[in-house]
């Protein structure tokens, strides 16, 4: 057990805070039995903090447990949540979702002030909050005692959809308007903060989520910047468009700045008065003042040879490193005099080696450093614009300076702060026993590691200006520059490559050119032990005139020396970084005559390459792209459909507040029933082979456990069932033979999740491959050894047309174009999770956080061998699922159940983020072979494909993925089609659903296929797609009945209307000057349409009305954070509201939405497809109209009597009289719909680096008439921001066994804030009345995500301009115009089709047009 003790009591502190804890204290089963059982008086010297203003004293606890394994385990504080990381243990690689941010606030009774920051708990040590006070999101504000106008907004924006990342959004927010209302600033307007727009986006900027697509979220903070323009703020439920600003002000939720935010309780600042210090034996955490003190502990340490020590500041080094160490002792260096304090003299800066990366940023940026001249303090502020890029604001915050040097120097940690402040001639003082060692940074860096008990005590960063060479009779200057290449600019990435550039330079009058008196050039984090400088190069460029024959020189030779370690992903692509940002840096001193007239302009110091004015303000016209916000404002347009009150309306999703204040309660949350065991999943690392035995590596058992479960544990006449789908099914346990890297062996169960996460790691397999066939790892493999899966006939779509005839009528054929496709991980924010609790007579009741509890259920009662009626499965909410919670969440669910059938306990699991992703499967990868006949004018008259798709080891859902596939390339007309597709069986981890599977795939081979027509035509790819759009008939011929009625197809109008209101042609025309302007950045814009067919599936639904009037709905749709249950309450409170009497129109108030519950209501089917919304609503409907059909007669008979008659009445009346209030339907649809969308993206592409800016995207959505505009908006932003990933970002790689690798937060990049467009418009398009559909709405869950192909095509034409550019240099062929930009077009595939060696290849061309022009 972790925590012997701890006590709380309740001391009231601010009305916001305080007014909060009696809501928590009634939840608080667990932790109230351990409290009152150990309570005992723990004395001086006590762990004591508070959380929300309630004091909690510890008196005993392992060093290494972390604040968020507390505030979950041990506090009724759930808001903080596990999103990254390997369980709430310390092991983990963690700290990059934001998740987990709590507030933490420290007091200094010197100065009697309160300094509050956000911090990542799940890596913040417990015993480092002594004395501190954290709060959380339930602490600002809840469901009881009022919410916090932060999370009202976050509410009222739309800005939550399953919840599960919106409490830390919240506390990051919050954390940001506390600093920002300490600032000495202009009082802001009336219910505004002092935050400005630019930090309210940045506070979120290290927070993910999956759900959103951001832009609500963003507005949401916005809405509290005092220099926001509320005109600016997107689509709210808080007023009306045209409504005057003033209006719109007064209906914003109250936040009153003036009130003092009080985050730490008075209880406590006397407490820490009187009794500051921790007991450092008693809790092995010690805390020297001085670095005497520290030297006197080493000492007695090292005395003591079997302590294991550890020093400790921020403590966000676990993030990254995996340490599976224990430590006897925990030393914190953060009170350190000598480490924790900054020191200005004139020789420059020092830091103390503790200081936070926050803090060294203020004291960098500071105005009034007078010690300084402008140039010292432009190198300054450089360093500290460069660290605002690391991680994110909650790890800057506790991440200390000296932390990540010794990162970088101990473990080769790829850092920036090693780079920047190397190129900036940095020192260190090293105290290592008693001897102190000042040194250069690079001397510090190339030693070998320092050992455990050295310590750094600060860094310095000199005063570059005192050490210049003052004797350079010539006006010479000091520039400074620093870079970053990653695949985020902000949002916790690290970069592929970093570099940091010091000159002095001088100019020559004269001629205007420049001599590089000297310089440092440092490169690091590109696959090198540490960062380097790259002294030949130094050497070579010192004392010369700048021209391009240098500069040519001085490049080639960065890229001799700037060479990754072997085993570095994109080596070349990291040395030509390199090599441009050097080019960016120099090529701007070449030949300056023009620019600099008689010495420098202070501008001119530190800019990049110059930009066009001219272009620059056209370009505002159109794009606003150079406002220093992330975003800039966007326009959300929807018409808002009255004829079905409140369906139509958009209204906020159920909950939102209770999300955001983190109530909401997931599977994670259900607190632990007495005796509950947890359970950590054993996987395979081969891929075929068999499994001897698997066992513990010790004898005995490890801590906690209670023993493992695999096949064997299966019960007599139960079954290895993982998985049961109508299409197949999957084991849950291997059986003597492995069949994929990732394959569940065993489950290991322990006492806690920690327990079980260490044991599993602990396993020993023991494998034999001897006489095995090789495994089946590729799609060519599975063909040569005919590894198929079949397709029922039923789902194998029909070719169209006459494909000979097609051939026969092209004038061109392009003959065997390949393109390959990978995979893309969920990433929901909530990893699979799931509670089994064993009841009486055999029976089994599973909370699970699934898309399909029935085939959970199925599944459970099949693997145990028991009765469908033993088994029950609950689903309340998924935080996440995108198809990911389907099939895969089953054996989840099913191996709690069986281990909690064989130990006759409760049983929960919460996979860790590295299990999760390298058992997920994730979207199907596929390889695709075309050939195409085209006419001149560039319309197809034939396509014929070969399409091979791994489907994994298990049929899961991969029979649908041809059909799926059709429906989206489908979108074109393409005379005739015709394809093979086959499904290889390989020995991958099964593939599965995830959203959109198969259609966006299509969607994207189709807008290859046009692209490839019109370059090789040499044609502009929108006329290309403008001819080969569909005709209604021939829509018909390919979708046949699902094309639906003339009207109905809606896309050439929505095309027209996109053109229209994104200044399609005005866009084209200023790209093409931009572009002929630019040489080393190039943009590209592409309209994409789609066309995406979906079928509703048969769902069940529920409704009861109680004797109060009150209302209770069960569905068979599960609500996902897509905003089902919202909709399901507007169609009952509609379909209720029929029968016409008093109070109706109150009815939406009185409607609750329930958990699913398996036994409670049957054939739930599968939420998935985007249709279960309007299936569950339909089925809703349906129920209303039987009980309206009911309750008629009754009214009537009151209304004669006494002329109307109030619902409550009704309802009471009916109870007398019992009528049957409760009816229950199964909507069974008996036609397919089909959907129509349009969009059109800009990207840009920066050459030098192979960075792409989404500049801003315009999307017109056919939601037929939206059942809630709201709910749909977020689906179809939140899907588009998810395909930006799969085009742009996410790289889901596995080893050569096919064992995922990119298995956490550091390797697999999801789209963040900075990373959506800049400009984001949506305009769901109400198309009116469809015949067919519930209440003619139309589906938004997947389809939107095929519209990001846009970005990939608008990328593409951005490339091709690059590549023509190069053609023009001379640098490449004819064949310029054709190549295959890889999905995702990451960094290092952009930069290399735009030229690894551009800037040679331009450095020579100038070379040669410099000599031909003499
Ligand atoms: C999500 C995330 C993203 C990140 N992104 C980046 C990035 O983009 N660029 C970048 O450069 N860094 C990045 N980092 C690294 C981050 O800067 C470091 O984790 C942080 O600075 C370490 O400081 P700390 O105080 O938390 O160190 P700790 O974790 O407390 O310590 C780290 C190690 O250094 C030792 N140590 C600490 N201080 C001293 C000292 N004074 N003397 C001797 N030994 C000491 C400790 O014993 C430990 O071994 C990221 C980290 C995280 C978690
Ligand atoms: S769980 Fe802490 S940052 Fe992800
Ligand atoms: S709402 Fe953000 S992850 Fe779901």
Redesign the pocket.
Known sequence: MLFECYQWKVERVSPVIAANFDAFLSVTPTHNTVMEEKQRETGTGSLVFAINGLRFEVSSVSPSTTLLEFLRAQTPFKSPKLGCGEGIIALSFA??CGACVVLLSKYDPVLDQVEDFTVSSC?TLLCSVNGCSITTSEGLGNSKDGFHPIHQRFSGFHASQCGFCTPGMCVSLFGALVKAEKKDQREPSPGFSKLTVVEAEKAISGNLCRCTGYRPIADACKSLAADVDIEDLGFNSFWRKEETREAKMSRLPVYDHSLEISTFPEFLKREIKSSPLLDSERYSWCKPATAEELQSLLKSIDADSKTRM???????????YKELEHYDKYID?RCVLE?SSIRRDEEGIEIG??VT?SKTIEALKEENNSEFNSECKIVFKRIALHME????EF?RN???????L??AQ?KH?????ATILLAAGASVHILTGTLHEKLALDEFLERPP?D?K????NVKIPNYAAVKNISSEMDSKLLFETYRA?PRPLG????YLNAAFLAEVSCLKSSGSVVLNKCRVVFGAYGTKHAIRAKEVENFLSGKILTIGVLYEAVKMVKANVVPEDGTPSPAYRSSLAAGYLFDFLFPLIDTSSKIHGGWSDEYCNTSLSEDAEIKQKYSQLDHVQLPTLLTSSEQVLELNHDHHPVGQPIKKIGAALQASGEAVFVDDIPSPANCLHGSFVHSIKPFARVKDIKFKSKLLPDGVSGLVSVRDIPKGGENRGCTTMLGTESLFADGLTQHAGERLAFVVADTQKHADIASNLVEVDYDIENLEPPILTVEEAIKRSSFFEVPLSLYPKQVGDISKGWAEADHKILSAKIKLGSQYHFYMETQTALAIPDEDNTMVVYSSNQCPEYAHVTIAKCLGIPEHNVRVITRRVGGGFGGKAMKAIPVATACALAAHKFRRPVRTYLNRKIDMIMAGGRHPMEITYNVGFKSNGKVTALQLDILINAGISVDISPLMPRNILSGLKKYDWGALSFDIKLCKTNHSSKTAMRAPGEVQGSYIAETVIEHVASTLSMDVDSARNINFYRYDSLKLFYDFAAGDPAEYTLPSIWNKLAASSSFNQRVELIKEFNRCKVWKKRGISRVPIVHQVFVKPTPGKVSILSDGSVVVEVGGIELGQGLWTKVKQMAAFGLSSIKCDGVENLLGKVRIIQADTLSLTQGGITAGSTTSESSCESVRLCCEVLVERLAPLKETLQGQTGSVRWDELICKAYMESLNLSATSHYSPDFNSMHYLNYGAAVEVNLLTGETAILRSDIIYDCGQSLNPAVDLGQIEGAFVQGIGFFMLEEYTTNPDGLVVADG?WTYKIPTIDTIPKQFNVEIHSSGHHRQRVLSSKASGEPPLLLAASVHCATRAAVREARQQLHSWGCMDESYSTFNLEVPATMPAVKELCGLDSVESYLQWEMGRKSRLG
């Open positions: 700290g990059g890596l550890k020093l400790v500041v921020g403590n966000t080094g676990m993030g990254y260096l480490l080696a503790a990366i890029k690391i991680a994110s790890i506790t991440g200390s300076v000296g932390g990540n010794v990162m101990r940690f790829p850092s920036d702060i320092l455990s050295s310590v750094l005590l990653s916790n990435a690290l970069p937060t």
